[in-house]
């Protein structure tokens, strides 16, 4: 479908976040497991409960607009998703995977912070308003879950694996 409107381009980006969305909920069970720091695995799994909250929101949003998403694959966060599982795979659990952890999760949260932005000035543009509330909240918690990570990181999650180093 060619994007020649502000709708269809809205469109289009929110079938992307919702399907980067979708690929997340795979991603962070297994980087939950991979994590040796307790405070990172549970902050994953707690991102994993408002990854499927912000997935309901969307569906909410697109039921009170009368939207239809496309199906779609975001290659972004397919790429994301990929760089976690070669972390994964090829360093030793412990600190210094948890340290490419918390880094690979920042670039999801700062994906997903540009995403709900956009998303957020469009649907303003088109007068969702009830959209744009639901985007926000979303914004939110992607920019809180980015602050989150920094902490670990800030209290200790890096300086362990700079010691083991």
Known sequence: MARTTIEDLFIHELSDVYSAEKQITKALPRMARAATNPLL??????HL????????????????????LKRMKCVAMEGLVEESKE????IEKGAVLD??????????E?????????L???AKHLGLKEAVSLLKATLVEEKATDEKL??????G????ATMSS
């Open 49 to 68: 409960e408002e990854t499927q909250g912000q997935i309901e929101r969307i569906d909410q949003l697109v039921e009170a607009s009368g939207l239809k």
């Open 120 to 122: 957020i000035a469009m």
């Open 99 to 108: 340290a490419g952890l918390i880094g690979a999760a920042q670039k999801v």
């Open 87 to 90: 972390l994964i795979d090829e």
């Open 110 to 118: 700062h994906y997903e912070i540009a995403s709900y932005g956009t």
């Open 150 to 155: 920094s902490k670990i990181a800030e209290q």
């Open 41 to 46: 695995a549970d902050a994953f799994k707690a």
């Open 157 to 160: 999650g890096n300086q362990a």
